[in-house]
């Protein structure tokens, strides 16, 4: 198994930024790709972006694109997703999961699951 903890979340204004965090415990971090899902309220959960298990590639919704960067330290099993020009839109709780692939953006692609950290974006 995989422990997922998100951090980073909090209030900011739009064209603000934040930076999110997922640190990983458990089985070797380097052997998933890694996503971030974000869940408005009264709305499914979607797909934000995933990134490889080297790194190497990355995979954005189009919502997103240019605004989000996704990466990750493999030595610190740590995951993270910087957000800039950041919309009311973008308000949600945000969840990193790993699953086998960063090219799957459905939810049931991924096997582990963080708790959420919310993040609310200001007009």
């Known amino acids: 198994q995989v422990q997922l903890v998100e951090s980073g979340g909090g209030l900011v204004q739009a064209g603000g930024s934040l930076r999110l965090s997922c640190a990983a415990s458990?089985?070797?971090?380097?052997?998933?790709?890694m996503g971030w899902f974000r869940q408005a309220p009264r709305k499914e959960r979607e797909f934000v972006v995933a990134?490889?298990?080297?790194?190497?590639?990355?995979n954005y919704a189009d919502s997103v694109k240019g605004r989000f960067t996704i990466s990750r330290d493999n030595a610190k099993n740590t995951l993270y997703l910087q957000m800039n020009s950041l919309k009311p839109e973008d308000t949600a709780v945000y969840y990193c999961?790993?699953?086998?692939?960063?090219?799957?953006?459905?939810?049931?692609?991924?096997?582990?699951w963080g708790q959420g950290t919310q993040v609310t974006v200001s007009s």
């Open positions: 990134i490889s298990r080297s790194g190497h590639s990355t």
């Open positions: 458990g089985r070797t971090f380097r052997n998933y790709a």
């Open positions: 999961a790993a699953g086998n692939s960063f090219r799957y953006i459905t939810t049931r692609d991924y096997d582990y």
